[in-house]
DNA sequence: CATTATTTTCAAAATATACTGAAAGTATCC
DNA sequence: GGATACTTTCAGTATATTTTGAAAATAATG
């Protein structure tokens, strides 16, 4: 068995399982697929180049290509003397980390930050035991919520190597660490 | 407008929106309700008292019943006299946070470092630069899901106090905080 | 400005996911 | 052990999401 094939395999692998676990992350197969194709392209690749590696049509590839532009996670690269558009994937881990975390805060914790500020606002007045009740458990999810996003915000802007050192520091991992 | 009105208002709002953003969170959007009712509710509720509040099936209200109970996030409760089940929230939302933390690394971070150990693995010996390169950015890839891994793990076994003081003292967050 | 290359859109089709309701399965009661 | 109360299962249905493919729009070329 050749280095070559097991080589092979793998990035074949490491596409296909790379977008079934976007399900899982909130993000479609597809897009995924399209993100782990080109993470690890030597070179930037065409519309074309993906619906030919992907086996998928142009409009899924159009549409995935440009959600991923619009995450920040690849960008459109113009080659001379070329007229279409070719596409390169951010490949800087951390990079790619934040952008995501950024994202999902967006999308997962802030909505719920301005749904319980709201609850908590509607139930300050109560007088009966349930309604105190319900506002202590709104004012704790609120307040938890806060936290969480503020958590994502500051990470997110965090270099890695502080990032490492701060986690490090404090949880006790990583016997030793470029920083 | 009465402060009961608002009340009914909030608590209508809160379970029919957390349920939405259940969706983003990788829960079924009736799961999230069902959560999301037990939460603000004062008592243990039956299975019937959750299909008539959310206007759901017996049976979709007993797999989502039991899926909470299998997560943790509710637990069974048998009243003496009542032969029926009554399922009651954990509503300490750092216990309901790291509930659903451990679970998700389970399912979003623990594949993922599995997947990359096996690209990493099998373009060890590839000498071409393209599998240079792919052998390079499989490792850090997953050194980087390794690593938050360890973290989710050490935080999920943290307690709320020293969770905050953490990320309290390097983040520079919370003007005020109880420990 | 006509031709050709490329991108964008979107209605219809395919697929994946969630829900219903009724029937089968268990446990409890008398 | 039969009747009753409750739980569990699951085939069929409904809903939501993703994908296709072809047509429309736009941009570049000569």
């Given at each position: 068995m050749s280095a070559t094939t097991d080589f092979e395999e793998a990035k074949d692998d490491f596409i296909s399982q790379w977008g079934a676990l976007g399900t899982s992350w909130g993000i479609s197969r597809t897009m995924a697929q399209v993100h782990a194709l080109l993470m690890i392209s030597p070179d930037p690749l065409s519309t074309d180049q993906c619906m030919e590696e992907l086996q998928i049509s142009r409009g899924n590839a159009h549409t995935n290509l440009k959600e991923l532009v619009g995450w920040g996670l690849i960008k459109i690269v113009v080659k001379k003397g070329e007229r279409k558009e070719f596409f390169e994937a951010e490949k800087d881990v951390w990079k790619v980390f934040t952008i995501v975390l950024r994202e999902r805060k967006r999308r997962e914790i802030d909505p719920a930050v301005e749904l319980l500020k709201g609850c908590v606002d509607r139930s300050k007045?109560?007088?009966t035991a349930e309604g105190k009740a319900f506002h202590e458990q709104m004012k704790e999810l609120e307040e938890f919520a806060m936290f969480a996003s503020k958590v994502g915000e500051k990470i997110s802007h965090l270099k890695y190597g502080p990032a490492v050192k701060f986690a490090d520091k404090f949880?006790?991992?990583?016997?030793k660490q470029k920083n």
């Open positions: 007045a109560v007088k949880l006790g991992l990583l016997p």
